[in-house]
């Protein structure tokens, strides 16, 4: 069972990508199974500060295969920016693979999302706006165009009347519906040839590769995006991303066996962050969350927009790991609250009276919700670039144990900085 994964624990923005970029040294693949270029998986090297949305954070690691798996959608013109990007910084990207049966996200697909939120007005879900959501729709659907189409993109007869079908469906709804400005079929149709010619060299079926990878007892590091609290059936809908970034996602985004994962890692902050509309229980709307916001520049690394900020809400975080089955945890930004002169934890929910200890699945409801806190004392000792946790002021060793006992998961990681070396290993997380 060589199958690892990384998930995101909260409304992501955990530090998912330093971590995957950490743990890539001990692995043979790094996998992507959800989302697509709404994600923004930040990593810093020698070579720079790299903001990933679609190549997984495996990339800079030599020895490193990277699959972006059939769960994601891809927008061409991004990954292919993206891959021109690492190229001219020095890294090899010939050893990316993509899923011929992954979904492309196509130019009216990022139209229609942006016409789609703004006709949403004061309802707005928040979505980035990168055509993500009706991608996903038109793989529902059963009229989308995968990645493997664009190997044949050449073949009129048989590309050409599926493009052109698909298109008309959407030109109508942009111009009858939203007042939007048709596309151009011998446009996109240009586009997919240019698109077809410069990725067909990174084209697989890679579900097959990472079955005989397993096979193998190679280590295959599971990348995932976003977080658990928006995945679409088990997150805070309608205010969740439109694929499943949480355990479940990994098996169907990849094609990979459940008894191939031996552990699940979840990703917490050491308190809150999410983006868009959507209840946020310990939302600090105070100086407290302002003063945490700037220390941490928490603006999205996908579209800068600042992210709303709270306490640790462990209520939420034992929620999350009992549905991915967590295994271990590793904590990022503690270093964040350090000189705080107190810090908090919400323990429970209070509702209509009573304290609950269980998310409501009802977003009405759990916007009623006020958090039950407990404070913990701060400390004044930095926790920054800390690699030991003997090193840790004692007041922040209560708090990550007082964390371990709300999320129910051993805490075997925590970064405490942005870089590799800033991280402390408690207990290795992949067997070498």
């Not at 200890?357 to 670039?385: H, K, M």
Request: charged share 20%; proline share 6%.
């Amino acid at each position: 069972m060589p199958g690892y994964a990384v998930i995101g624990g909260q409304w992501g923005d955990e530090g998912k990508g330093k971590i995957v970029d950490f743990l890539s040294q001990d692995t043979q693949y790094v996998v992507r199974y959800s989302g697509g270029n709404n994600a923004g998986h930040t990593v810093i090297n020698k070579l720079g500060q790299f903001a990933l949305h679609l190549v997984p954070a495996g990339i800079f690691w030599p020895k490193v295969t990277c699959v972006i798996g059939n769960g994601v959608v891809v927008d061409p013109g991004v990954l292919l920016e993206e891959i021109a990007t690492l190229e001219k910084a020095g890294v090899n990207t010939s050893r990316l693979l993509i899923s011929d049966r992954a979904h492309l996200i196509m130019p009216y697909h990022v139209a229609l999302d942006q016409l789609e939120e703004r006709a949403k007005g004061s309802q707005a879900i928040g979505t980035t706006g990168k055509g993500v959501g009706p991608a996903y729709m038109d793989k529902v659907g059963r009229v989308g165009i995968r990645v493997g189409e664009l190997l044949d993109v050449d073949n009129e007869e048989v590309f050409l009347p599926h493009l052109d079908h698909v298109l008309k469906q959407k030109n109508a709804i942009i111009t009858k519906v939203y007042g939007g400005e048709p596309f151009s079929l011998a446009e996109i149709y240009q586009k997919c040839l240019e698109w077809g010619d410069l990725l067909r060299p990174y084209i697989q079926p890679t579900e097959m590769v990472l079955q005989e990878a397993i096979a193998s007892g190679d280590n295959v590091l599971i990348e995932g995006a976003q977080g658990a609290m928006l995945d679409i059936d088990h997150g805070t809908y309608p205010y969740v991303t439109s694929s499943s970034p949480s355990i479940g996602g990994a098996y169907t985004g990849l094609g990979i066996p459940p008894q191939s994962i031996a552990g699940s890692l979840g990703v917490f902050k050491a308190y809150t962050t999410r983006v868009g509309g959507g209840p946020l229980v310990t939302e600090l709307n105070d100086a407290t969350g302002d003063k945490i916001r700037e220390l941490a520049w928490e603006y999205g690394a996908t579209t800068g927009r600042p992210r709303r900020v709270g306490w640790f809400d462990g209520v939420a975080a034992r929620y999350s790991a009992n549905l991915n089955g967590f295994t271990s945890i590793v904590l990022t930004r503690l270093d964040v609250l350090d000189g705080f002169p107190s810090v908090k934890v919400c323990v429970g929910y209070q509702l209509d009276g009573k304290v609950v200890d269980r998310i409501p699945s009802n977003v009405a409801i759990l916007a009623r919700c006020q958090p039950v806190y407990e404070e913990f004392e701060g400390w004044d000792q930095p926790t920054a670039s800390a690699t030991e946790m003997e090193k840790l002021p004692p007041n922040a060793l209560k708090y990550v144990h007082r964390l371990e006992e709300l999320i129910g998961v051993p805490i075997d990681l925590i970064s405490t900085g942005p870089r590799r070396e800033e991280t402390i290993v408690n207990r290795p997380f992949i067997k070498r």
